[in-house]
């Protein structure tokens, strides 16, 4: 069963930086497209970053471009997102996410259609 575990959330002050991680066991050999999305209260989920599985080409959304970074270890299933030069508008609750072949996509970043999520992980950024 396909399976999104995320972990790395925290509390960091402007400035910092924090790594997530997902382990996507049963997930990333079924998928083209890994990613991760965020949500902040009151706010509808917007996709952050993407990472084709197979030529590891990214896709990060314009907010997110040169302080972000999606990455992907094949050998252990897991992906990656270091966050740098965090602000407070990046406060939200991340979440990973996976496009699996054959499955209609439900929210698109870039060409990736992403159908399955995981159940997130805090980022608090304190100004």
């Known amino acids: 069963q396909a399976q999104l575990v995320e972990s790395g959330g925290g509390s960091v002050p402007a400035g910092g930086s924090l790594r997530l991680s997902c382990a996507a066991s049963?997930?990333?050999?079924?998928?083209?497209?890994l990613g991760w999305f965020r949500q902040a209260p009151g706010k509808e989920r917007e996709g952050v970053a993407a990472i084709y599985t197979t030529d590891q080409n990214t896709y990060y959304v314009d907010s997110v471009k040169g302080r972000f970074t999606v990455s992907q270890d094949n050998a252990k299933n897991t992906l990656y997102l270091q966050m740098n030069s965090l602000k407070p508008e990046d406060t939200a609750t991340y979440y990973c996410?996976?496009?699996?072949?054959?499955?209609?996509?439900?929210?698109?970043?870039?060409?990736?259609?992403?159908?399955?999520w995981g159940q997130g992980t805090q980022v608090t950024v304190s100004s």
């Open positions: 049963g997930v990333a050999e079924r998928s083209y497209c």
């Open positions: 996410a996976a496009s699996i072949g054959g499955v209609q996509g439900q929210q698109y970043l870039g060409p990736c259609g992403f159908s399955s």
